[in-house]
Structures are given as C-alpha cells and as structure tokens.
C-alpha cells in the first residue's frame, strides 16, 4: 500500500513561501492498494495536481473517491480534477452519506447561479454513488476498507485500511474529546486506530489555542500524542495544518511531539504530512 499526500493543509489553501515544504493545498490523499487500484480521499484543492499525475499514466481511471465530508476545503478543487472532463473516467463516490452531494454543490446554479460557468451534468465523466462504507466496511480487491464516524460540526467520516503489509488509519477534522458534545469519544477513536502502523490524524491546533476553539472540530497535538500512545501506534503523521502555520511553525509542533514521545519512553516515529511526498506499507 502506498500513501501519497496532495494536499495537507486545512481549512483555506496557503500557497507562498513559508508553506513550501509541507504545502498549500487543502486535503486530498491517494492511497494505492496492494492490486494496483486508486482510492482518492477527499477532494481539496490538492485534487488538481493529482489529476495532471493520472492524467501523465495515459490509462482509462477506475477510482473510489472517499469523502470525509463537504464542508469547503474538502471538495472545492474538484472543478479542477482533470479525469472528470474525459469519458474514459469512472468514479466511486463513497464515504460521507452527502459525499455525492457536496461535489455536485460545487456546479450547482440551483445553490447560487454565477459561481461557476460548468454544470455537474456536463462532465464527461461517469460518477456513481454508492453508500457501503458510512458505519461500515467493504473489500477492494483484497484491501479492507472500514469507516468511523467522526467528532466534526455537520459530522464527517474516517478510514482505515488494512492488508497483509499493514493498517493505514486517517483521521482529519477531527476533535478527540473525553466527552464529546455528540458521536465517538476519545476511547472509540483510540480502539478504532489499535496497533495500526501509520496513523494520520488532524493536529491544526497547540494545546494553547484550543481555548477559543472547542467545538470546532480540529484536535491539538497533545490529544493527538495521547491518541497515539493510547492506541499504541508505530508512526504518527500530523495533518491537516493550520493556514497560518508556518513551515517552521510546522516543524516546531513536530518536535514538541518527539519530546512528549520521548517523556513516555515511547518508539512512536513522528512526522507532519509533507505535500508531495508518499509512505509505504
């Protein structure tokens, strides 16, 4: 399994020169599986390079889209992905039970005519909906493929991905709380990510900020650290960064992980997600 990561940001894209390093663009991974099959999750601004990189392996594209929700910065670049202008291109809309919605929301004139010139309807491509995932599981190709219900305002939906090399867990927009206002609590989330080898999960915020911000759905690094422990991961990835979070500000909140790691004697590996750049299972 390969994990390639299009756009790591949250919120808003931040392009320009303090966010060169671990990138701009707003959420879209694309996991290959064991057989070769892509599964896209999320269609942020990250979705339009990853289109010109499909569109450079000259071959008709079967994919499962995987949307954790639709708020903005999570479907926004799907105008832009370019496999859905040509007939040739078939994908799977899974995930969030309003994935399908939000997408065709971005064409949509019936939610606000003038805010853009192309119809859902006239892409060439086939985009199918189904609902397997929301609560559950389903098998591609060998690859288990199971969904957790998420701690996010309007709600919103993570994976995890299990084969024979490992289990891939991603988690973003996400608020790890004790005792949450409604949904999964800390303890649900810590047993859904048991012993998985990489676990990506939302760290927007410092343990300072969060003040101001609870009820927003984002975590901070030290629920993320504990998540980490708790569920007895073997590498943490942090994601979805602040758009104001400088590259450096970035690397700052990944050293404060490796020292609270070191504190618990923990052999936890740490990293933040780096646009552009993939990890292997």
Not at 232 to 247: A, E, G, N, S, Y
């Amino acid at each position: 399994m390969k994990i390639t990561f299009w756009g790591t940001r949250g919120s808003i894209a931040s392009p320009g020169p303090d966010t060169t390093l671990y990138g701009g663009n707003t959420t879209c991974l694309e996991i290959t599986t064991a057989s070769g099959r892509p599964v896209i999750i999320d269609a942020g601004t990250g979705i339009r390079s990853l289109g010109d990189a499909l569109a450079q392996r000259n071959s008709p594209l079967t994919a499962h889209l995987l949307m954790t929700h639709i708020h903005w910065d999570h479907v926004w670049g799907f105008a832009f992905f370019s496999p859905v202008f040509q007939p040739n291109t078939r994908i799977v809309v899974d995930g969030s039970p309003r994935g399908m919605e939000g997408l065709r929301r971005v064409f949509s004139k019936d939610y606000l005519d003038g805010t853009w010139p192309i119809r859902f309807d006239d892409l060439k491509a086939t985009i199918e909906e189904t609902r397997e995932l929301p609560g559950a599981r389903m098998s591609l190709d060998g690859t288990l493929v199971e969904s957790q219900f998420l701690q996010h305002p309007q709600g919103g939906m993570g994976f995890k991905f299990t084969e024979n090399s490992g289990t891939f867990v991603f988690l973003t927009d996400n608020e790890l709380l004790d005792k949450p206002w409604s949904g999964p609590s800390f303890k649900d989330f810590a047993q859904f990510c048991r012993n998985s080898d990489i676990l990506v999960h939302d760290c927007q915020y410092l343990p300072e900020e969060m003040n101001i911000r609870r009820g927003w759905g984002h975590s901070d690094l030290d629920s993320v650290v504990r998540l980490a422990l708790e569920a007895d991961v073997k590498k943490l990835v942090l994601f979805h960064h602040d758009p104001w979070r400088t590259d450096q500000a970035v690397s700052s909140m990944v050293d404060r992980c490796v020292d609270m790691l070191d504190s618990a004697n923990s052999a936890i590996s740490v990293q933040a997600a780096q646009e552009g750049s993939t990890l292997e299972l």
